[in-house]
């Protein structure tokens, strides 16, 4: 039941993805044009500029998309089908998650699909591989395989983090009675204010207490920042998960 539930999420979510989709591939191949014939500046410009503009529409796109879906599915009118499935709270918030996630992947893939499309020539890709050779050689090898994964986790599971800091806030602004938009977003502000507050006091904690150490491993400093980060992200995460489930069980208040 859980599959079918998230491959309706996802379907739900990504086909009114898709005309923003075909809108970025025609831009891009508009603005591949326009810089291949050299058209003119005035033209050139202003479909660049479309394209520039749509890069960034495209991914807050992905997020109100999400959002909506979010809201829709289980503290609206929609709501009062999604709680009967036989599925546990857990796991319509967990198929949420997945859905959001995927798409996140999704939309990024399709902004860098779309920008090799548009600028990619071969001095542009002569200097991508020497920047990854770079990377390589001054970073991986300096850190460490370990600490590059390190970092990557402590990506994912900080946007993991802010997904769940988002449902908590919607969460908790549909429990009064009114105004539930309002006091969804304020409570989303709220939310990402104090945790990015609380954040910023433990990372410097971390930071002057490295330094005090007189330690000076360029590894050791970036295991302990983004272990740290890491940790803090999954805590946060499972402390919001466990909030926002408690709402849907004892103070579920749909519209």
Not at 34 to 39: A, D, L, P, R, Y
Not at 209 to 220: L, P, W
């Amino acid at each position: 039941m859980f599959l079918k539930l998230f491959k309706y999420d996802f379907r739900a979510v990504f086909f009114k993805f898709v005309p923003m989709m075909l809108v970025m591939i025609i831009l891009a191949i508009l603005a591949r044009i326009t810089i291949s014939f050299k058209m003119m500046e005035m033209v050139s410009a202003m479909i660049n500029g479309f394209f520039v503009f749509g890069c960034f529409i495209s991914i807050l796109y992905v997020i109100i998309l999400c959002v909506m879906r979010y809201v829709q599915s289980l503290f609206k009118v929609q709501g009062y089908l999604t709680h009967t499935l036989p599925v546990s709270k857990e796991k319509l918030l967990l198929s949420q998650l997945l859905v959001d996630l995927i798409m996140a992947v999704i939309a990024t893939v399709l902004v860098v699909v779309c920008l090799i499309i548009a600028y990619l020539e071969k001095s542009v890709l002569e200097g991508i591989k020497y920047l990854l050779d770079s990377l390589f050689k001054n970073v991986v090898i300096e850190i460490g395989v370990g600490s590059v994964v390190l970092v990557i986790l402590t990506v994912i599971f900080s946007a993991v983090q802010w997904i769940f800091v988002i449902f908590l806030g919607i969460a908790l602004g549909h429990i009064p009675p009114k105004n539930r938009a309002v006091f969804s977003i304020l409570f989303c502000i709220a939310l990402n204010y104090a945790i990015n507050f609380a954040s910023s006091i433990l990372m410097s904690i971390i930071n002057m207490t490295y330094k005090n150490a007189n330690v000076i491993s360029t590894q050791g400093w970036v295991n302990s920042i983004f272990g740290t980060a890491l940790g803090f992200s999954i805590v946060v995460s499972i402390v919001c998960y466990f909030l926002i489930v408690y709402i849907m069980k004892k103070h579920l208040n749909l519209e």
